[in-house]
């Protein structure tokens, strides 16, 4: 029994909600480390589909304690307003989740904040979510931020709310961004929502602590994907937190030594939402097929999904990054009508091959990828949960994404839902998830 961390590989949505889904009833905690609500994880059981986007996906199973780490930026709006449909739909909210107290808070002047970045001529707009992640983050690392522990401190709240309200107006407006700010509203309605919270928050720490202490195991629901981490990602062109496997020690204050493995996530293909280079991207006909048969539409902005090939070069990255051995390779039953896959095996940048990921989005836009081009298997793979009932050209497929990033491929999704999708016997997957 152990701590497994499971995350994006790529640039997020690569379906860690339905593999967190599948693997919840194993562990007893599933935590999440960083983001808010921008992330979008989709479970889809039977004719159900729930889109969570701040409370673990575990919560689904009945028993399983959610718990919101302290690398989270909440917006307790938004929160109240997840956790209402959870609780229509029959879910235990109250016993089931808990928020750490060391939380970040999101306001409604973050989103406006976020405007100045967004939409000012001049400035690098990154096409985010508009959630008010980045300025939440901004506040953290700037030290004027709110936390959870202040949202439920009655004396200190209103002053602090008004304070940090002021310095956001001050700042959109020295950019010539204004919007109609009702602060005594705000006030309100956040003093409202403490109380509403009040009995789900906690020293997550210790929380978890305790837990480990007593045998139980803990699952760690990445958000975003390892592209997109402050650190690591295509910077500027990334979410304001740490997306990879490091996250989830600072992110819950679960001692590093308490790790045992990471799996990482990955379609057969890419995605990408927002700006920022991306190499592989199929601008053609095939791009708009990947997008059609896959639903590539994001699940928090409707946004289209930028659509392309495998990336070995941008795989292997993440998986030196994060420490995993073992990957998910979903969405295989999206490339079922292809006559052939190209495989991106290395880039060139100014003439020179190769397969390592250069740190400025100036020379990844300018890497063109080298493709090695495989023959499609043009017949249905959706729902398959046994490896030798792929056709012989998926299966080959998936073998040559192993050899060229290192990576097992220890489990292959051919569908949303649990039951369609295929363990590998004797994998390291399916050592770890035992
Ligand atoms: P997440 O953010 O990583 O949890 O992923 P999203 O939920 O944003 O996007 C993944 C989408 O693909 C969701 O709509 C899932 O229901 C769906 N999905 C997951 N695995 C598969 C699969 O193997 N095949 C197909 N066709 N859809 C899948
Ligand atoms: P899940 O967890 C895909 C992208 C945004 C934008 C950049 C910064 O569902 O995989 P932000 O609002 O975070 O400041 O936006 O990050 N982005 C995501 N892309 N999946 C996500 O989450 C994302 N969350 C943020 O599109 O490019
Ligand atoms: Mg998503």
Redesign the pocket.
Known sequence: MSNIVIL?AQW?????????DLLADRFDYIVRYQGGHN??????IGSK?F??RLVP?GILHPGKVAVIGNGLVVDPLALYEETGQLEAAGIDVQNQLRISNRAHIVLPTHRLVEKISETVPGQVAIGTTLRGMGPTYEDKAGRRGLRMADLLDRDHLEGALRTLIANHVTRARAFGVEDAINTDEIVARYTEAAERLRPLVCDTAYLLSDAMRAGKNLLFEG???TMLDLDHGTYPFVTSSSACAGGASTGTGVPPTKIDAVIG?S??YITRVGGGPFPTEALDGKGDLIRN????F???TGRPRRCGWFDAPLLKYSATLNGFETMVV?????LDELDEIPVCVGYKIDGVTTTEMPATVRELARAEPVYQILPGWQSIT?GISDWDQLPEAARNYVLFLEDLTGVEAGC??????RT??VRRAGSIFEKITA
């Open positions: 994006g997020g949505d690569e379906g860690k909600g339905k593999l967190v992330a979008g994880h989709t479970i889809v589909k889109v969570l996906s958000a975003q994907g996530i379609k057969a048969r896959g639903h590539e994001g699940s928090v979903t969405k295989l039953d999206v959706e292959i999704s051919t569908g949303p839902e369609q999708t």
